[in-house]
């Protein structure tokens, strides 16, 4: 994604040096520029979401297929929960098992969807982070495009400016990128089984301090 940001401010100024000789087009070259800018924030705001949603998915199918089942081992390794169904199974009682799911499905089914929410949530916290940081950077490239004007007067001020201008808008710093990149990594260690055999918990503990770090760095 920061790709992308740096690549379309890059040609804007690109663009800007090449239209230096034709000041007269300078008002429809700024209009056509900030139209460009917004269509291309909208872009990347769109690529941003579909990244979290993909790892919203993968969050969910650690939850499914490792920390459910880990859950559950845990809640029948509890005697008494134990016992109680050891009975059902025993009597082979139909109302009795349907009395067992109905006491204890709905308490399994809070847990599980807390524990949804706790990795859920810190994903949620750090796409708005990252979103606003985005949207930030684009109000500055607008800003900058509303003064194009004044900087096509002459070519010798429009080279001697593009430079200070992109640097001001941060072409050369790929801190987004790198909170993208530590966002990736920070799931695939969570599903990561073949290299990390640590338990489900841990995983997911790692996994909230790793985003929670990443949040709170921006």
Request: proline share 4%; charged share 30%; with cysteine.
């Amino acid at each position: 994604m920061h790709k992308i940001i740096k690549t379309t401010l890059l040609s804007i100024f690109v663009l800007i040096g090449g239209c230096a000789s034709i000041p007269p087009e300078a008002p429809e070259l700024s209009a056509e520029l900030g139209r460009r800018i917004s269509a291309i924030e909208d872009a990347n705001i769109t690529l941003l979401k579909r990244f979290f949603d993909q790892k919203r998915r993968e969050v969910d199918k650690f939850i499914e297929d490792e920390w459910v089942p880990e859950f559950a081992n845990q809640v029948f390794s509890n005697p008494a929960i134990a016992n109680a169904w050891q009975i059902i199974v025993r009597e082979d009682d139909p109302q009795q098992r349907l009395m067992f799911l109905i006491s204890t499905g709905p308490k399994l089914q809070q847990k599980i969807n807390e524990k949804r929410l706790e990795l859920i949530q810190p994903l949620d916290d750090l796409e708005r982070r990252i979103e606003t940081k985005i949207r930030d950077e684009y109000i500055q490239a607008r800003a900058l495009n509303n003064s194009i004007t004044s900087f096509l007067l002459s070519a010798s001020e429009v080279a001697e400016n593009r430079n200070r201008y992109l640097e001001l808008v941060g072409v050369s710093d790929d801190s987004l990128g790198q909170l993208i990149d530590k966002t990736d990594d920070a799931v695939t260690d969570l599903l990561d089984k073949a290299t990390d055999v640590k338990n489900k918990v841990t995983r997911a503990e790692n996994f909230l301090e790793k985003v929670r770090e990443i949040r709170d760095s921006i």
